[in-house]
């Protein structure tokens, strides 16, 4: 069946470093790849989605690639800030259906 | 609109008793969704609803668990006879029909079951 996998964690870094979360997957077809973030007392939200293979998915800073190739959809932002310290989620969905298959999250804690 | 809505946040119930939850979705959207997740997981899909018609149910959703969505609007998650294992945050989300529509997440209910 589908299925994600994501980077043993958790990750600890300070203020401005690089961040690289990997997230590998499995699956039949050509997926849909999400990115989901949940802060502390907060629910899931969508943080950047790509729908086919070699799109790039970008938003407040973070980015990630569909690789068709190597069936991954890493996770990057080349400086963190302290807030963005949460949990945060590879997911995928198949195009006909429509669950999402997540991964087992990374937490992320980034210290002053 | 003010998103995805659950109630209750968090329920405690004695081991053997029936538990039901509510989710009340952004209002267009014609998916509705339940995932559980428990500490250190991603969630775990349950099941989904296109309008009132529920169309896909995992292997996880026991015969004790019983989902509604009877109008189409909000839904209903019920546990019957629950166990310690059912102890889990249960989410709820919506979407529109697109294929790679986002999903909108509710807080989750936190169920304790002691």
């Known amino acids: 069946g589908d299925s994600v996998t994501q980077m043993e964690g958790p990750v600890t870094l300070s203020e401005e470093a690089f961040l690289t979360i990997n997230c590998t997957y499995t699956?039949?077809?050509?997926?849909?790849l999400f990115w989901y973030v949940q802060y502390p007392g907060e629910g899931l939200q969508l943080l950047l989605k790509?729908?086919?293979?070699?799109d790039k998915g970008s938003n407040k800073g973070f980015e990630a690639t569909y690789r068709k190739e190597t069936t991954s959809f890493h996770l990057e932002k080349g400086s963190v800030q302290v807030s963005d310290s949460a949990v945060y989620f590879c997911a995928l969905k198949k195009i006909s259906g429509s669950r999402l298959t997540f991964g087992e999250g990374t937490q992320l804690t980034v210290n002053p | 609109d003010t998103g995805v809505s659950q109630n209750p946040r968090h329920k405690i119930t004695k081991r053997g008793q029936n538990v039901t939850f509510r989710c009340d979705p952004i209002?267009?959207?014609?998916?509705l969704y339940w995932y559980r997740q428990t500490l250190g997981q991603g969630p775990e899909f349950l099941t989904y609803f296109q309008n009132e018609a529920q169309l896909e149910k995992s292997r996880l959703l026991s015969d004790r668990f019983s989902a509604e969505r009877p109008k189409g609007s909000f839904s209903t998650l019920e546990i019957q006879r629950t166990e310690q294992g059912d102890s889990a945050m249960y989410l709820c989300a919506s979407s529109s029909l697109q294929g790679a529509a986002e999903a909108f997440f509710g807080q989750g209910t936190r169920l304790t079951v002691v």
């Open positions: 790509a729908t086919k293979a070699d």
């Open positions: 209002s267009e959207h014609n998916r």
């Open positions: 699956a039949t077809g050509y997926p849909s």
